[in-house]
């Protein structure tokens, strides 16, 4: 009963923490980044996640999170396009 129900919602707990850290380590090279030092590596963390969040919010487009990331630090009319949406939401 219990034990049953802890475990399921344990493992869909997981389920999604591991889904964001691929998503995370595949788009942004989580696991390659080297910060170690006072709250950098927690505030690195929060900006992935922002920057994450906006890179999902634009529907338009069906490339990679990983290519939207790449196009925003290419093009600034596309970084001010993701704003934008953000701006409006």
Same mark, same amino acid.
Not at 3 to 12: D, H, N, W
Not at 40 to 53: F, G, Q, V
Not at 55 to 73: E, F, Q, V, Y
């Given at each position: 009963?219990? *034990?049953?129900? @802890?475990?399921?919602?344990?493992?869909?707990?997981?389920? +999604? =923490?591991?889904? &964001?850290?691929? *998503?995370?380590?595949?788009? @942004?090279?989580?696991?390659? !980044?080297?910060?170690?030092?006072?709250?950098?590596? =927690? !505030?690195?963390? +929060?900006?992935?996640?922002?920057?994450?969040?906006?890179?999902?919010?634009?529907?338009?487009?069906?490339?990679? +999170?990983?290519?939207?990331?790449?196009?925003?630090?290419?093009?600034?009319?596309?970084? =001010?396009?993701? &704003?934008?949406?953000?701006?409006?939401?």
């Amino acid at each position: 009963g219990d *034990v049953k129900l @802890f475990a399921q919602a344990f493992r869909s707990h997981w389920g +999604i =923490e591991n889904s &964001l850290h691929w *998503v995370l380590d595949v788009s @942004f090279s989580e696991d390659a !980044n080297r910060t170690r030092k006072g709250h950098a590596p =927690e !505030n690195y963390a +929060i900006l992935r996640h922002i920057a994450l969040n906006i890179l999902r919010k634009d529907t338009a487009s069906k490339k990679s +999170i990983k290519l939207k990331r790449l196009r925003a630090g290419w093009d600034t009319d596309y970084l =001010e396009q993701l &704003l934008d949406v953000l701006q409006a939401a």
